[in-house]
């Protein structure tokens, strides 16, 4: 029984949006620019003086050799290296990396490494040493593709990192190990784990890749020590690494892994696949490898079925690649635009149509909505049960015959006269409700507020259409240097409180339900938008928790942002428990003088402050600095024991200078 690419497409798509997809790329994907495994021995061979047999040197690039024969090349070669420091021997490896020998940034990235690159991953393996996934993420990745709304002004450089869709690099020390699997339970940055060591410089300059916020100095030549090229090194990474071997046995059990590129076929692997599935026995999920038809009769179908938990698909010819893959991408990304008989892209209103014109159906069912009820037992709820439902869809006016329901939309606040100000969200719903008939006008002078100044709660007259102003109600509240945002301050600590006014105030107004869009998640935002969802989520609790005899029934939370969506859906975000409790996990990062880090978690219960924290890790609030990630509001990093610590915070701990 073969499987072909259209059988296992939905199935990718479908994984994809669930956050169990992640592609595992090898050499393959990096062809032409980089060099094959062969070619890149010689190189260090001729950098390091060593003899290359005359049968290996005339061989061409596809040419079937023994492997033990290259191991054995390549474990010369690597000890030829030894006699160079190693920025030089990084050099070498970059030097040998490179097609044809192109300078530091000049290498053209794949047709199929672009296709992957179009849509954003939260975890991608990879074998390769090059850097050319990262800049192709560079390069396609948009400011806000993932939040939903771009931002306005400068972000701060945690900012930046915070929401970046350009992947981290990771290689296999404790502390990435560490981060590859928080990256499995927790919404992170999105992660590039190259398990044989990183060198980069290949399609970008090395400065570049500091200032994308992909890895400094320090970083790069702890990754390119990591570079696995010889029997040796092999051995070291596999066996003496125990910690890499629980991490990437992890990895595999709880992720379907797409092989492209054939990354695979490392010996050293497939052992590595063997001795998880001895150990652990088979995983949930299905492992998929992509295979042009000329691998048909080379390969053991029946082994890597039965054995490793993969399922091999062939594709007629290797340039076909870049196409299927851009067929996943499309399912679960931006779509290319299709194109007409001129070249040019062609648009529709209705339905997509594929490249060759005909009308293409989506291939996969993707969640929108998730449901919660305030209920006991086990028991379906019952009618009369308090909900709340999560929609990944745009807010819609209500219809002017029900009474019973009603919109809250995000606001600012202006700070000399309390009036709400309106940024994309209020106002173009506001212009909906005018055309539906709603309201008579939209002029801003409509909205009044609707608790003491400086206000929490506005409404738009007496039309069911309410703004949340979730901002810091001090007189004059922080701004950072050269702040370039509106007057008024956001201030995550401030969400749950402003959910809590604005609720009460539609309570007292006698709605019954209640949609509210994202808070705090505009243009001008100081983070990525996942916290203040969590933080909506919090004032949801604190509301019914404050007001067990409230009329509202219920609750609809509209979700804009793909960034909040799909963390929810992939199980990364508690909203069930976040509904029901104020128990949190918080990370702490506690960094010495020297700037290494040690990272662990820390649970509490309710409003916790920094200096609680503290005492909890037994530090000496004398010593300490803190800075919490990402800032609460305008505040720089302070010695100040009161801030608020928020879920989904790191709080950073630095000795006090």
């Not at 305030?374 to 909900?387: F, I, K, V, W, Y």
């Amino acid at each position: 029984m073969e499987i072909g690419f259209d059988d296992i497409l939905p199935y990718l798509a479908s994984a994809y949006r669930r956050g169990v997809l992640a592609p595992f790329i090898g050499s393959g994907m990096s062809r032409p620019a980089c060099t094959s495994w062969l070619d890149l021995l010689r190189g260090l061979a001729d950098a390091t003086g060593v003899d290359v047999p005359a049968h290996l040197r005339e061989a061409g690039t596809d040419a079937r050799l023994d492997t033990s024969e290259l191991y054995r090349l390549a474990d010369k070669a690597v000890l030829g290296l030894a006699s160079l420091d190693a920025e030089a021997r990084a050099d070498a490896y970059r030097e040998a990396l490179s097609q044809g020998g192109k300078p530091a940034g000049a290498c053209d990235v794949p047709a199929q490494t672009a296709a992957l690159a179009r849509c954003t991953w939260p975890l991608v393996l990879t074998t390769n040493y090059d850097d050319l996934y990262v800049v192709s993420r560079m390069r396609q990745a948009r400011a806000g593709e993932m939040a939903g709304v771009g931002r306005t002004g400068t972000p701060s450089r945690e900012a930046r990192r915070d929401e970046t869709d350009v992947p981290e690099v990771l290689g296999r020390s404790v502390e990435d190990c560490h981060k590859v699997l928080r990256s499995l339970e927790s919404p992170t940055r999105p992660v590039l784990w190259a398990l044989q060591g990183f060198l980069g410089g290949q399609a970008a300059r090395l400065d570049a890749l500091e200032e994308e916020l992909v890895l400094d100095a320090r970083r790069r030549a702890e990754l390119a020590g990591q570079v696995v090229a010889g029997y040796q090194q092999y051995q070291h990474a596999v066996n003496a690494q125990p910690h890499f071997r629980r991490a990437f046995a992890e990895v595999l059990s709880r992720r379907s892994l797409l092989f492209l590129g054939s990354g695979i076929l490392e010996d050293y692997l497939i052992n590595l696949f063997g001795e998880i599935a001895h150990h652990y026995g088979p995983g949930p999920h299905p492992h998929f490898a992509l295979f042009s038809a000329d691998r048909r009769e080379t390969l053991d179908v029946r082994f890597l079925q039965t054995r490793l938990g993969i399922a091999p698909v062939f594709y007629k010819d290797y340039a076909e690649l870049p196409e299927l893959i851009g067929r996943l991408t499309d399912a679960v990304g931006e779509r290319r635009a299709p194109a007409t008989s001129g070249g040019a892209p062609a648009t529709s209103s209705g339905a997509v149509k594929a490249l060759g014109g005909a009308v293409k159906a989506p291939v996969a069912w993707m969640p929108d909505e998730l449901g919660f009820s305030l209920s006991e037992g086990a028991t379906c709820p019952p009618g009369g049960a308090r909900r709340l439902r999560l929609r990944y869809a745009p807010l819609s006016v209500p219809g002017a015959a029900d009474g019973r329901a009603c919109v809250v939309v995000s606001v600012g606040r202006t700070l000399a006269d309390n009036r709400p100000l309106l940024g994309s969200q209020a106002k173009d719903f506001v212009d909906m409700a005018r055309q539906a008939g709603l309201v008579a006008d939209a002029a801003p002078g409509g909205w009044r507020p609707l608790d003491s100044a400086p206000s929490y709660a506005f409404r738009f007259g007496d039309a069911p259409i309410f703004g949340v102003a979730a901002r810091d109600r001090r007189p004059e509240p922080p701004r950072a240097a050269g702040d370039d945002g509106p007057e008024d301050s956001r201030d995550l600590g401030v969400i749950a409180e402003a959910i809590c006014a604005t609720l009460r105030a539609v309570d007292a107004a006698g709605f019954r339900r209640v949609h509210i869009g994202p808070v705090a998640s505009g243009k001008h935002r100081l983070w990525h938008p996942l916290h203040p969802f969590v933080q909506t989520l919090a004032g949801f609790r604190e509301f019914f928790r404050e007001n067990p005899a409230a009329g509202i029934e219920h609750l609809e939370h509209h979700v804009f942002s793909p960034a909040i969506w799909f963390p929810v859906v992939a199980g990364k975000v508690p909203v069930a428990e976040m509904l029901s409790s104020g128990m949190m996990k918080i990370w702490v990062d506690i960094r010495d003088a020297g700037g290494t880090s040690e990272i662990f978690a820390v649970t509490a219960c309710g409003p916790t402050r920094v200096g609680e924290i503290k005492a909890l890790c037994g530090l000496a609030p004398a010593r300490w600095s803190t800075e919490i990630l990402p800032r609460p509001s305008k505040v720089e990093p302070s010695s100040a024991d009161d801030l608020l610590v928020t879920p989904t915070s790191i709080v950073v701990f630095s000795p006090r200078r």
